[in-house]
């Protein structure tokens, strides 16, 4: 054996001379040039090879020279070896379907011109063995040998053809908003919005301000304010381009919704008619920057117990503006650091000793030619993780002087005689109207967020539909978009953004007509709308920066750049968590207000209802039900939302009453159940977007257009259910069977929808300089290039 020892031992010549071992040669090469069988694997097939009766005994020696794992072929006969198998194959196509048995015959009988009946029947069946031995998929491993050389034929880009019209979905798509998207799109495509390259942070700021000047210019920064103080009265449109912008840089969003939404937004709902008049103008006009100062070192959320101090002083009719420590310095505060003139400070006003809660105060902070104002101290923000055009800093307060006036006193005054006065007696629901300055905010973040969505997902289908990666031996390289893994990464994600959109549309109309009976009801959905658009936006965001691979890493491809930008709207305008936690809080105040006088047929009458409900929804006939057509309805689909909600609250509320009963506090009930009451939040938002979803698939005049939004629906439920499909089994709402069937339809629906993939992410209508990806015009320049 020593002789083994040496790569001169295993020659072609060894197999080529030999005719028992020509039929087992397309198995040789596969065996090492495969590259994952082990060791022990080859040595397993060469002991297989040796206890073959029909090779004799020095086709055996030759054999075991090619199969020693401790002495591999040389490379350069590997080469020669598949060199003369294609050679010694003819013009045997790599269409045919055959295994590297088949092969290995075909050259035998080529070879010697025998016809195929001089392999026995056995022998043709050890041949078969020993393939399976291989472990390897044999017609694919035959087509990789035959196929010459490296290089793949070329196929066309072709853009895909929609299979509805694209202006029609983009109108769905802007629903009641489509004349301010428009306006905003023509905007956003002058040649004055343009990216600047590499910016310094100073550069990026003073550009931010610069394109915040443009939009103030068109009277975009005043379409909420009343109309004798400059504006249009429309609140809606103020939305929509304040979601629009979001198509373009994200700085120029926060800034201008620090502007003319905070800022301006505090002095319009808390201030009175006097303070539109005085300041409003300016504001709009952009000749007074400011900003919105609540947030504090020791106070984000828990805004209640904030600790700038606003102490009323009789003597000189004046408010003293104080930062009593550190904690209570104002932190993140947009408009702070270089441009802003005056804030919008959140304090605790005292009068005559007594606390009246948190107040608003517009105070100075820098004069006309920007100087920062005796006793305010202003500390840069500096480098952040994105957002960087926004100048945003830290503010303290050393006894700062404000007249009377300055006070926002909409819900509460100090009046002339130094007494406080309220129209709301109660001091919470003075603080929580106040608070409904946010809820405005918290409906535009969730809108920038599904917008910037909407780019992301763009910048990555169109990258996906050009990029060209693998695929069978002999083919051209496939769209990586056709690939199982890519579509059920983009796919969903797109889903998501159109049951998003049309969410937000609901939202919107819900914040515009409230009134006080609906007040508490819409804020809770504003704030669950809000966290759930920004982690799904995130979510989307970083799948598609992961689907554009190396790209998506490139600043000038952009993804990289939103999914910085936004990354912090998970935390302002609210926590996700702590809003999350609002809005089960909520939920749990009106389930328990239904038997807040436990009327003896209150609850029966509900118990009888929930027990009716399990009896039909978990009825084995339904549970079982793995009919694509069943799995597919709308009905099906939104019983499983609505179940899945309700019984959520059920236990939420018998959980903290069980609590409750054991003497626990209200504060320590509510908090051990916090994971339980993320996913009541959760599961109430995602039946509110299903039920959007299908309010908008039926609204739909075009039948193509109903078509695809059915499909689309049913791919965001599919998802949303095997995301939790956990929860499902142990519910008894689905069984095993039913849960692969889901499986299966998600995977279905990807597969169906995956050739309008360009078609859908075109639909959003996002302008090609807004993205300002270069990865994403490749596919109009491939196709450009197939049509020369």
């Known amino acids: 054996m020593a002789q083994e020892t040496s790569h001169t031992n295993a020659k072609l010549s060894d197999l080529t001379e030999h005719e028992d071992l020509i039929p087992i040669m397309p198995m040789i090469y596969v065996a090492w040039s495969d590259g994952d069988l082990t060791s022990d694997e080859v040595r397993n097939i060469r002991a297989r090879a040796a206890e073959q009766d029909w090779l004799s ?103 895909p053809t929609p299979e509805f019209e694209l202006e029609r979905m983009t109108r769905v798509l802007d629903g ?12 956003l495509q002058r040649p004055e919005f343009e990216y600047l390259e590499s910016p310094t942070i100073e550069e990026h700021r003073q550009q931010v301000l610069e394109w915040l000047d443009i939009l103030a210019d068109e009277g975009i920064g005043a379409l909420s304010y009343p109309e004798d103080v ?115 400070v959140f304090a605790q006003l005292y009068v005559d000793g007594e606390s009246y809660g948190v107040h608003a105060f517009l105070v100075p902070v820098r004069d006309e030619e920007g100087n920062v104002l005796p006793d305010v101290r202003i500390e840069d923000g500096g480098q952040k993780m994105g957002l960087n055009g926004v100048d945003n800093g830290r503010i303290w307060f050393d006894e700062v002087r404000v007249p009377r006036d300055n006070m926002l006193d909409e819900h509460g005054r100090v009046e002339d005689d130094g007494t406080y006065t309220s129209s709301i007696p109660s001091d919470t629901k003075r603080f929580f109207t106040m608070l409904g300055t946010l809820v405005g905010g918290r409906v535009s973040i969730a809108a920038a967020a599904t917008t910037a969505l909407k780019s992301a997902l763009t910048i990555a289908t169109r990258y996906g539909e050009s990029r060209r990666q693998f695929g069978p031996a002999g083919e051209p390289e ?23 959109n049309f969410t937000l549309h609901h939202l919107k109309t819900r914040y515009i007509e409230r009134d006080d009976e609906d007040q508490r009801e819409v804020e809770a959905l504003a704030a669950g709308m809000k966290a759930y658009a920004t982690w799904t936006a995130l979510d989307g965001v970083q799948t598609a920066r992961e689907c554009c691979g190396g790209q998506g890493y490139v600043s000038d491809n952009r993804i990289c750049e939103i999914r910085r930008d936004i990354d912090v709207f998970a935390t302002f305008e609210g926590d996700n968590t702590v809003l999350m936690l609002l809005v089960a809080r909520g939920l749990l105040s009106k389930f328990q207000h239904q038997f807040q006088d436990e009327r003896f047929f209150s609850i029966v009458r509900y118990v009888a209802k929930q027990a009716a409900t399990a009896v039909k929804t978990l009825n ?27 019984d959520l609250l059920r236990s939420a509320a018998q959980r903290i009453q069980d609590r409750l ?6 504060f320590d009930a509510f908090n051990e159940v916090q994971d339980h009451l993320m996913s009541l939040a959760k599961a109430h ?55 692969k069937a889901i499986r299966g339809q998600l995977n279905t629906l990807c597969d169906e929808l995956r050739p309008q993939a360009v078609p859908l992410v075109d639909a959003f209508d996002i302008p090609a300089n807004c993205l300002g990806a270069p990865i994403a015009q490749r596919l109009d320049e491939h196709a450009e290039q197939a049509a020369e």
């Open 620 to 646: 084995p006939s339904l549970t079982r039900n793995t009919d694509p057509e069943h799995l597919r309805s709308a009905e099906f689909q939104l019983n499983a939302f609505q179940y899945r909600a309700d």
């Open 230 to 344: 400059g504006g249009e009265g429309d609140f809606r449109s103020f939305l929509t381009a304040f979601e629009s912008l979001a198509m373009f840089d994200q700085s120029l969003v926060i800034k201008f919704g620090v502007q003319f939404g905070l800022f301006g937004g505090s002095i319009y709902f808390l201030g009175t008619e006097r303070h539109h008049e005085e300041y409003l103008p300016s504001v709009g006009n952009l000749d007074l920057l400011g900003g919105f100062a609540m947030t504090e070192e020791g106070h984000g959320s828990n805004v209640r117990d904030i600790e700038t101090v606003a102490e009323y002083d009789p003597r000189s009719d004046e408010f003293v503006i104080t930062t009593p420590c550190d904690s209570a310095r104002k932190i993140y505060i947009g408009n702070a650091a270089r441009d802003g003139r005056m804030m919008s």
């Open 478 to 500: 496939q769209s990586i978009m056709d690939y199982r893994t890519h579509k059920r990464r983009l796919m969903p994600a797109i889903a998501r953004a159109y049951a998003l």
């Open 661 to 666: 009963q054991s003497d626990m506090t209200a």
């Open 176 to 187: 009641p908003d489509r004349e301010t998207w428009q306006q905003m799109r023509e905007l």
């Open 685 to 739: 938002i995602e039946r509110t977007v299903m039920e959007q979803f299908q309010a908008a698939v039926e609204s739909a005049d075009d039948p193509a257009i109903a078509n695809m939004l059915e499909d689309l629906r049913s791919l965001f439920a599919m998802e949303r259910i095997h995301e939790d499909i956990g929860w499902y089994l142990e519910s008894g709402y689905v069984e095993p069977p039913k849960s």
């Open 57 to 159: 005994e020095e086709a055996k020696r030759r054999l075991a020279r090619w199969l020693n794992p401790d002495d591999p072929p040389a490379p350069r006969e590997m080469t020669q070896l598949l060199k003369w198998m294609r050679e010694a194959s003819g013009d045997m196509s790599t269409d045919e379907r055959m295994s590297l048995a088949d092969l290995g015959a075909h050259i035998a009988r080529l070879e010697w011109g025998e016809e195929e009946e001089w392999l026995h029947e056995g022998e043709r069946e050890a041949l078969d063995a020993l393939e399976d031995a291989l472990g390897i998929a044999g017609e694919e491993a035959c087509r990789n040998l035959l196929s010459p050389g490296q290089t793949r034929p070329k196929q066309p880009v072709a853009k």
